[in-house]
């Protein structure tokens, strides 16, 4: 009887524990269930979400190109004015210069593809996402374009996609009704010619010979100067030296996701492992923090 007795209330407060203890191991599962189902953090997440949802992103593009319409009008009543200093341009016929990635054509799908599949940017993935002609208008940039086609300026797009793209960023382009160039090459690529690298200097005095460049458009400072290399000090001096050129002639587009800005940071090694990238980048942040009593 006794043994009988112990095993009972042997049976009794286990099963008390178990049921005690089931919920509790139910929510931690649900908890560990959601954790692994839970993104990666990644730090293109921001950026891509702001460029994808945010009416903020639309209404500064918009914004931007809205102005650039007006100095375009003052710009062609000026035949003295020009975006590239070029002195006596005023029997050249006017011309603007764009960039296109993040400038005219958004990619916001690819880099939201790198956050959802915590992935980081690779040449293949890219070229692959160039070719499947998938990039959308950045928002008042097509008005903008056809608005200074119709007024005879010649639209040439300077961007560091390689020649081998060209053609798929063509179709991409003409489907979506932007200018193309007519009987002139207007789409001028990294690597087309042998002086023609990821510094667009070269390819902007090619322009310059036979047009007056009234205006330039970009995201990032390497689509207005030479000087956009370097440390984050030498970009700033570059920039107060340059600064009285944008909202008059140049015309910078927001590009939270990439750009030299970022690279800057971390000395332009792309080959950094991304914790040390962002260990730099923090590192050169200028915070606040609030007293500790």
Do not use: C
């Not at 954790?35 to 949802?53: I, S």
């Not at 002139?184 to 510094?199: H, I, Y």
């Not at 310059?208 to 990032?220: E, H, M, S, T």
Request: aromatic fraction near 10%.
């Amino acid at each position: 009887m006794r043994r009988s007795a112990f095993l009972f209330r042997l049976f009794a407060s286990t099963t008390l524990a178990l049921l005690l203890a089931g919920p509790a191991s139910a929510q931690e599962a649900k908890s560990a269930g959601e954790d692994a189902a839970a993104p990666a953090p990644n730090d293109l997440l921001n950026a891509a979400l702001w460029m994808q949802r945010a009416v903020e992103y639309k209404a500064n593009s918009v914004g931007i190109y809205a102005l650039g319409r007006i100095r375009l009008d003052e710009a062609l009543a000026d035949d003295t004015a020009s975006a590239l200093d070029q002195g006596d341009a005023a029997d050249l016929p006017a011309a603007v210069i764009l960039d296109l990635d993040e400038t005219v054509i958004d990619n916001s799908a690819y880099e939201s593809g790198l956050v959802t599949t915590n992935a980081d940017y690779q040449s293949k993935t890219w070229d692959e996402w160039t070719k499947a002609k998938d990039a959308k208008p950045v928002p008042g940039s097509l008005d903008y374009l056809k608005y200074a086609d119709a007024k005879g300026v010649k639209i040439f797009y300077v961007t560091n996609r390689k020649a081998d793209q060209e053609e798929a960023t063509r179709a991409n382009m003409e489907a979506l009704g932007y200018p193309m160039g007519g009987n002139v090459d207007t789409f001028l690529m990294r690597d087309e010619k042998p002086d023609w690298g990821s510094d667009k200097t070269s390819r902007r005095a090619f322009v310059a010979k036979d047009y007056r460049v009234v205006a330039l458009f970009g995201d990032n400072f390497n689509d207005f100067t030479g000087a956009a290399s370097g440390t984050l000090e030498e970009r700033e001096a570059a920039y107060d030296r340059l600064q009285s050129h944008f909202a008059e002639d140049w015309f910078m587009l927001a590009n939270p996701a990439y750009g030299s800005w970022e690279s800057s940071a971390y000395g332009d090694d792309f080959k950094l492992p991304n914790e040390r990238k962002r260990a730099l980048k923090v590192d050169a942040l200028e915070p606040w923090t609030p007293k500790v009593d």
